[in-house]
């Protein structure tokens, strides 16, 4: 499309106020990237819990994945349809509050039971964050100005799950010092069910912040749309292009769980570092390579649509969906340790542009009515089909294909080209689709 399309010529929302609506953005980022902390604590504090409740590996298990994300994702399919009707500021506040009291009541655990449920109240706590704050960031941007702020908040993905390592590590060391953490008006703890609070507590800072933010006026709503019911009719009117991108967000998902659970094992089990050794510098890469792909990703889309490039942000996904091929292979055949964290980093970077543009490029399509419950449809595709078939299928190379868990590199690898091959095709498959209900899209908003 040339420089005289609707997404070039698109006007500042009235009332557009840049230094505000990035202040919102950074507010909404500090609260997502202490959702991935508060969440991934648990998987630090495996071993004390484990010993003082008497669990095994599969009673842990079912705590740390299923109650958290069950919960997580068929929860936030409600909340996604509150965050359409209601006030999207005020629900992200009273799930901080219920995460952060959720969190913070890990300290007081005695059982299997009580730990599920602090978890189970963690996910649902969190659920209503994402989709209202996809919301809020499509009503304070105007298109040619989405991609740049929801990769930023997106980043809280990488930032939150590098600082859980970084901050939980240091938190745990702290408390570990001793056998007994005695707090003010709260009382004495373990060093584990300290953690538990010690993570808790910014969550009030964010809390702060949050109240600070005003509830934006829902825009780009034409008149035919004020009138129409808002039920998924929409969806269901253009489902190949969801059902493409939908799906195409869950098989990328597949890389990121993968990589998360198999990476430490990979480098443990065929190049015989430490987990000491391998955390840092995945750690590393995580802050720099990753963020720096989201944000990168989110300035081209900004930039190309600014032009007149109205699917811009789908075609930089699929470049960098087809790339991750190349980069997979790359690590499933490494010969050395240095290769692999070579290829690491190229995946991490080029793997940050689709996630990073997944939500900006679902909300450039979705009725203002519909983006609350479109982002938590997302979301639980992504951790259906990511977090349970990612780390899933490469158990299954390891063991029954290849026979030999020293190869878990090579199956890590080749699930991960899996994907990214399945991904570029929906995203192919979605492309036409999807440029044609972008231009219906601009023209019943001219």
């Not at 950074?26 to 409740?53: C, E, M, N």
């Not at 098989?251 to 015989?272: E, K």
């Not at 890590?412 to 689709?433: D, M, N, Q, Y």
Request: hydrophobic share 55%; aromatic share 12%.
């Amino acid at each position: 499309m040339n420089a005289s399309s609707p997404a070039a010529d698109a006007a500042a929302p009235p009332g557009y106020r840049p230094v505000y609506a990035y202040y919102v953005t950074f507010v909404l980022l500090f609260a997502y990237t202490l959702s991935f902390i508060d969440r991934q604590i648990l998987g630090l504090l495996v071993q004390p819990i484990k010993r003082d409740l008497g669990l095994s590996d599969s009673a842990f298990s079912i705590v740390h994945g299923f109650a958290f994300a069950v919960f997580y994702t068929f929860i936030g399919v409600l909340l996604g349809r509150v965050a359409d009707r209601r006030n999207r500021r005020n629900l992200i506040l009273l799930g901080i509050v219920v995460w952060i009291t959720a969190t913070a009541a890990g300290a007081y655990v005695t059982s299997f039971l009580t730990l599920f449920l602090a978890r189970v109240f963690v996910g649902v706590g969190e659920a209503a964050l994402s989709p209202a704050a996809y919301s809020m960031l499509a009503d304070y941007f105007p298109p040619q100005r989405r991609a740049r702020a929801m990769s930023i908040y997106t980043s809280g993905v990488y930032i939150g799950s590098a600082m859980a390592f970084i901050v939980g590590g240091m938190v745990i060391a702290a408390t570990s010092r001793s056998t007994e953490v005695v707090l003010p008006l709260l009382g004495s703890f373990r060093p584990w069910q300290a953690a538990f609070i010690f993570v808790a507590l910014p969550g009030l800072a964010a809390i702060a912040l949050m109240y600070t933010v005003r509830e934006p006026l829902r825009r780009e709503i034409s008149v035919a749309e004020r009138a129409a019911p808002r039920d998924l009719s929409h969806l269901r009117s253009n489902l190949r292009v969801y059902a493409s991108l939908f799906l195409a967000n869950g098989v990328t998902a597949m890389i990121t769980f993968g990589i998360t659970a198999w990476l430490p094992a990979t480098f443990i089990r065929q190049w015989g570092w430490t987990p000491g050794q391998i955390g840092p510098a995945y750690g590393v890469i995580i802050l720099t390579f990753g963020i720096g792909g989201m944000l990168v990703s989110g300035f081209l889309a900004d930039r190309f649509i600014s032009r007149g490039r109205i699917d811009a942000a789908l075609k930089i996904a699929l470049v960098g969906t087809l790339v991750l091929i190349g980069t997979s292979l790359l690590f499933a055949f490494a010969p050395g340790p240095r290769t692999a964290l070579v290829a690491v980093a190229l995946s991490t970077f080029f793997l940050g542009m689709p996630v990073a543009l997944a939500p900006s490029i679902l909300q450039a399509i979705t009725p203002n009515q519909l983006r609350g419950q479109v982002t938590s449809i997302y979301l639980l595709l992504v951790n259906l089909i990511g977090l349970g078939l990612g780390p899933f299928l490469v158990a299954i190379g390891t063991d029954y294909v290849l026979g030999d868990e020293a190869k878990v590199g090579l199956s890590l690898g080749s699930v991960c080209a899996l994907s990214a091959v399945l991904g570029a095709v929906c995203l192919l498959s979605a492309a036409r689709p999807y440029r044609a209900l972008l231009q219906r899209q601009w023209q019943a908003q001219a």
